[in-house]
């Protein structure tokens, strides 16, 4: 049987304080409650959450400038990566942007228990949040990158950085996105899933017609 990796292993690897360890207890805590009343996760993924949602998430908070002060999260559904960033990366102000009133109504009740006081939630489709230029533009599991620069660049400003993990397709969907926009392609592979990679893109601009 395959070892469990869990909270005790999730602060060892990424070198957690006791203090940002109980926030992100008090975040699974709510996670598992609400699990059973509203699809937040697949189910057959939670036994195995500290590996596939929480340590997904984490591997990002080394990627976010150490400047960077503001960072939105797009379609935040369980609050992974935007509520573990957040524990993880207290000087950021954290917007978690959720059109589903009760995923959003889960993500403002868990940043809540979790004592975040650097967490916004917007219960709002992302294209009627207007452009806000933050520093940081996170999205997981959304949707394909020509889609996903869609969203984002209605939000991006001309220094945004956008941070996000793609699966096998990543190539293939850089190919299509590439049709239509420019950007500067940093890739890093992820360290939680083999073949799934990470995309760093700057200097986004539509190609014009």
């Known amino acids: ?7 005790e292993e999730f ?10 360890m109980a926030k992100l207890r008090a975040f699974d805590a709510a996670l598992i409650e609400a699990a059973g009343r509203m699809n937040l996760v697949a189910r057959s993924t939670l036994p195995e959450r500290w590996s596939r949602h ?8 080394g990627l976010v400038p150490e400047g960077a002060r503001s960072l939105i999260d ?11 960033l957040a524990a993880m990366r207290d000087a950021l102000q954290v917007t978690l942007v959720e059109s589903t009133k009760k995923k959003a ?5 868990a940043a809540q228990a979790m004592g975040l006081d650097n967490v916004s939630v917007e ?21 394909a ?3 996903l620069l869609e969203l984002a660049g209605a939000v991006a400003g001309p220094q945004t950085i956008c941070i996000f993990p793609k699966g096998q397709d990543v190539d293939k969907e850089l190919t299509q996105a590439t ?9 890093r592979e992820s360290s939680t899933q083999a073949g799934s990679r990470i995309l760093i893109l700057r200097d986004i601009n539509r190609k014009s017609d």
Do not use: C, H, N
């Open 11 to 20: 602060a060892a690897e990424y070198g957690v304080s006791r203090e940002t």
């Open 123 to 143: 219960a709002e489709r992302i294209e009627a949040i207007g452009r806000r230029a933050p520093d940081v533009i996170t999205a997981r599991a959304l949707a």
């Open 1 to 7: 049987m395959a070892e469990i990796y869990g909270p």
């Open 179 to 187: 049709k239509y926009w420019r950007m500067t392609v940093e890739m």
């Open 54 to 61: 929480f340590r997904d998430s984490a591997q990002l908070a």
């Open 145 to 147: 990158l020509p889609k």
């Open 74 to 84: 797009l379609g935040s559904g369980a609050g992974f990566p935007g509520l573990v």
């Open 105 to 109: 109504a889960f993500l403002a009740g």
